[in-house]
């Protein structure tokens, strides 16, 4: 199926005025024009655009196939249709939604309801477990590719990347704070990884996941919580736990009156404790950062799949405190900053580790190092032609980056500042490589202000990869990763600043189709109203393909002037072919491409 054939009529037909395709017009939705003198006029002229775009992707059927169906006496497709397109009209929430619904006359026809309805059937439809939002989905993205322009290609790009959701307060489900490196504080969010297709015809959204708590790791979160809030409130709150329950304590609230304390109420302790602290291993006076050095320098870490680091770890003394206790080493990567946890058990091994390890780094919830590669397995599952792909430096991680490589993926990233690199024979670290290539550094043709060299590198546990050091105006020079080995230095810099999209992209679905602004509490309402918000946007990049003026529009500028402005059909009208009479304003597209396919069958076989 192509756009233009239900956009773009045969350019050789002859025009045909409006009032001659009154008669077809059924009876069903909203009138095809109105005339200026009538006083009712809808300010959504644009929703016939977004109807039009619903058909195109067939989004009804789309829910059918899901199996969603039904929401208590009001088919599904109408309450997805205003959850849908709430964002676009009124104030931006269901609840505006809906009184726009019951004001304005038009509305109600474009539902598909034989009635309006209330806000309470739009949450119960959010909040029904039995629908699959998450496949409904990807059965969006599986049906972008047969649609000839907004098919998927080879030259695109696809984008990943994390961003918050942040909600005001504790009783959304499974909701906790995370750190938010514009207000550099923590607050209440969900923490979401999302992917973006990029290319010329601008950016279309594939995916979103949450990261979601198991009940341990919900349990840790709230020990963190009352950590956060002093020793005496841990305490209390672990003291109305079973007594089986550990409790954690940061580098902050350490001392060995705080460890006494916790042995005083018979409570299980794991603590992360500062790098000087003097301890005694083996009965030698030693330093945290010491064992560190001699569990590298010895290759004793091993590998635990169970918490996604290496560990190594030993029984030590603190003094002051006069008992055995175990000491862990764990590290995410060889590449990677260690940290060192303390356990008041000396029989622990390092797999007992794992909660500790979740809730002292503040990391819970699912991996998303795995939620990110079943993304990929998805798209490579559905044959999706892409196979060029940028993320940021926190998913440079061996590991990830082999899995994409064996399913043909060509990745750009940057790297960190504590990854190495073998270049002739030397193990360099990223800041010893900029030191000694960015002198070699040349300009780069059609990129001003930039300058850039390029080397060859054996990366351990992946094997060759091109480093490309990068210095910008003010800006410190840093060194991107890529595993194509061929392609020339613009390419890589020009592929991973494609990254950037993604953040756009963040930005105007924030602001523009209220993705914060759910009013819903329970996880999977949350999870459909994201998908709801991928699914406005796509609606909006369809209908950008009827005009290349507008795939350089924002997602602002389409509400603006598309949907909640009269009069843009005229724009459209030249484009169809149609020409408009002076006592009418508006036309329903959906009805009207109809009208013109029966013209250009009519008028295909006429001389002339």
Same mark, same amino acid.
């Given at each position: 199926?192509?756009?233009?054939?239900?956009?773009?009529?045969?350019?050789?037909?002859?025009?045909?005025?409006?009032?001659?395709?009154? @008669?077809?017009? @059924?009876?069903?939705?909203?009138?095809?024009?109105?005339?200026?003198?009538?006083?009712?006029?809808?300010?959504?002229?644009?929703?016939?655009?977004?109807?039009?775009?619903?058909?195109?992707?067939?989004?009804?059927?789309?829910?059918?196939?899901?199996?969603?169906?039904?929401?208590?006496?009001?088919?599904?497709? !109408?309450?997805?249709?205003?959850?849908?397109?709430?964002?676009?009209?009124?104030?931006?929430?269901?609840?505006?939604?809906?009184?726009?619904?019951?004001?304005?006359? #038009?509305?109600?026809?474009?539902?598909?309801?034989?009635?309006?309805?209330?806000?309470?059937?739009?949450?119960?439809?959010?909040?029904?477990?039995?629908?699959?939002?998450?496949?409904?989905?990807?059965?969006?993205?599986?049906?972008?590719?047969?649609?000839?322009?907004?098919?998927?290609?080879?030259?695109?790009?696809?984008?990943?990347?994390?961003?918050?959701?942040?909600?005001?307060?504790?009783?959304?489900?499974?909701?906790?704070?995370? $750190?938010?490196?514009?207000?550099?504080?923590?607050?209440?969010?969900?923490?979401?990884?999302?992917?973006? $297709?990029?290319?010329?015809?601008?950016?279309?959204?594939?995916?979103?996941?949450?990261?979601?708590?198991?009940?341990?790791?919900?349990?840790?979160?709230?020990?963190?919580?009352?950590? =956060?809030?002093?020793?005496?409130?841990?305490?209390?709150?672990?003291?109305?736990? *079973?007594?089986?329950? *550990?409790?954690?304590?940061?580098?902050?609230?350490?001392?060995?009156?705080?460890?006494?304390?916790?042995?005083?109420?018979?409570?299980?302790?794991?603590?992360?404790?500062?790098?000087?602290? *003097?301890?005694?291993?083996?009965?030698?006076?030693?330093?945290?950062?010491?064992?560190?050095?001699?569990?590298?320098?010895?290759?004793?870490?091993?590998?635990?799949?169970?918490?996604?680091?290496?560990?190594?770890?030993?029984?030590?003394?603190?003094?002051?405190?006069?008992?055995?206790?175990?000491? #862990?080493?764990?590290?995410?990567? @060889?590449?990677?900053?260690?940290?060192?946890?303390?356990?008041?058990?000396?029989?622990?091994?390092?797999?007992?580790?794992?909660?500790?390890?979740?809730?002292? =780094?503040?990391?819970?919830?699912?991996?998303?190092?795995?939620?990110?590669?079943?993304?990929?397995?998805?798209?490579?599952?559905?044959?999706?032609?892409?196979?060029?792909?940028?993320?940021?430096?926190?998913?440079?991680?061996?590991?990830?980056?082999?899995?994409?490589?064996?399913?043909?993926?060509?990745?750009?990233?940057?790297?960190?500042?504590?990854?190495?690199?073998?270049?002739?024979?030397?193990?360099?670290?990223?800041?010893?490589?900029?030191?000694?290539?960015?002198?070699?550094?040349?300009?780069?043709?059609?990129? @001003?202000?930039?300058?850039?060299?390029?080397?060859?590198?054996?990366?351990?546990?992946?094997?060759?990869?091109?480093?490309?050091?990068?210095?910008?105006?003010?800006?410190?020079? $840093?060194?991107?990763?890529?595993?194509?080995?061929?392609?020339?230095?613009?390419?890589?810099?020009?592929?991973?600043?494609?990254?950037?999209?993604?953040?756009?992209?963040?930005?105007?679905?924030?602001?523009?189709?209220?993705?914060?602004?759910?009013?819903?509490?329970?996880? !999977?309402?949350?999870?459909?109203?994201?998908?709801?918000?991928?699914? !406005?946007?796509?609606?909006?990049?369809?209908?950008?393909?009827?005009?290349?003026?507008?795939?350089?529009?924002?997602?602002?500028?389409?509400?603006?002037?598309?949907?909640?402005?009269?009069?843009?059909?005229?724009?459209?009208?030249?484009?169809?072919?149609?020409?408009?009479?002076?006592?009418?304003?508006?036309?329903?597209?959906?009805?009207?491409?109809?009208?013109?396919?029966?013209?250009?069958?009519? $008028?295909?076989?006429?001389?002339?």
């Amino acid at each position: 199926m192509s756009l233009s054939d239900v956009t773009r009529p045969n350019v050789k037909a002859r025009p045909v005025k409006i009032c001659d395709l009154l @008669p077809q017009i @059924p009876e069903r939705g909203a009138p095809v024009v109105v005339s200026k003198g009538e006083h009712e006029v809808s300010k959504h002229a644009g929703l016939y655009f977004v109807r039009r775009a619903w058909d195109v992707l067939d989004v009804d059927g789309l829910l059918r196939r899901c199996g969603i169906q039904k929401c208590q006496g009001v088919p599904a497709e !109408a309450a997805a249709f205003l959850q849908t397109v709430t964002p676009l009209i009124g104030r931006g929430t269901v609840i505006s939604g809906v009184e726009e619904l019951k004001i304005d006359p #038009f509305l109600p026809g474009f539902t598909g309801a034989e009635s309006s309805f209330g806000k309470d059937v739009v949450y119960r439809f959010l909040k029904d477990e039995r629908y699959d939002f998450e496949a409904f989905n990807w059965a969006r993205v599986e049906q972008l590719q047969g649609v000839k322009e907004l098919r998927f290609s080879a030259k695109g790009m696809l984008i990943l990347d994390g961003s918050l959701a942040r909600k005001t307060g504790s009783h959304f489900e499974r909701i906790h704070p995370l $750190y938010d490196h514009v207000t550099d504080s923590y607050l209440p969010a969900y923490d979401m990884l999302a992917m973006v $297709y990029a290319d010329r015809r601008g950016e279309m959204p594939v995916a979103v996941s949450i990261r979601t708590m198991t009940d341990e790791q919900h349990h840790c979160l709230q020990l963190l919580k009352a950590s =956060r809030r002093g020793f005496k409130s841990l305490l209390r709150y672990a003291a109305s736990a *079973p007594r089986s329950t *550990p409790i954690y304590i940061r580098p902050l609230d350490f001392s060995t009156a705080h460890l006494k304390q916790a042995d005083r109420h018979g409570l299980p302790w794991f603590a992360q404790i500062p790098q000087d602290l *003097p301890i005694e291993a083996e009965g030698e006076p030693t330093t945290p950062q010491r064992l560190k050095r001699r569990f590298n320098r010895e290759g004793l870490f091993v590998m635990h799949e169970e918490i996604g680091s290496e560990a190594a770890g030993c029984l030590v003394k603190v003094p002051a405190y006069r008992r055995l206790v175990k000491l #862990f080493v764990y590290r995410e990567a @060889p590449d990677k900053s260690m940290r060192v946890i303390l356990a008041s058990d000396p029989s622990l091994d390092e797999r007992d580790f794992q909660e500790a390890v979740y809730a002292l =780094r503040g990391d819970f919830g699912e991996d998303k190092i795995q939620l990110a590669l079943s993304m990929y397995r998805r798209l490579v599952d559905m044959e999706c032609p892409t196979r060029r792909t940028a993320f940021d430096n926190w998913f440079f991680v061996c590991d990830f980056c082999v899995e994409l490589d064996d399913m043909g993926f060509r990745w750009f990233t940057q790297a960190g500042d504590n990854s190495r690199f073998t270049i002739r024979g030397r193990l360099l670290s990223t800041r010893q490589i900029i030191e000694r290539y960015l002198p070699k550094a040349k300009t780069v043709r059609n990129l @001003p202000g930039i300058k850039a060299h390029a080397v060859r590198a054996t990366w351990e546990g992946f094997g060759t990869v091109q480093l490309v050091i990068v210095q910008e105006e003010k800006r410190k020079p $840093y060194v991107l990763v890529t595993n194509d080995l061929y392609i020339p230095v613009k390419g890589v810099i020009s592929s991973y600043k494609s990254r950037w999209r993604i953040e756009v992209t963040f930005r105007e679905e924030k602001q523009g189709l209220n993705l914060e602004g759910f009013r819903v509490r329970k996880l !999977a309402a949350v999870k459909a109203h994201l998908a709801f918000v991928f699914l !406005a946007h796509t609606l909006l990049r369809v209908l950008a393909q009827i005009d290349e003026a507008l795939i350089e529009k924002s997602i602002g500028w389409m509400k603006a002037k598309l949907v909640n402005v009269l009069g843009m059909a005229k724009r459209f009208a030249k484009k169809m072919g149609i020409e408009f009479l002076d006592d009418f304003e508006l036309y329903y597209l959906a009805e009207l491409v109809t009208a013109c396919r029966k013209r250009r069958k009519a $008028y295909a076989s006429a001389p002339g």
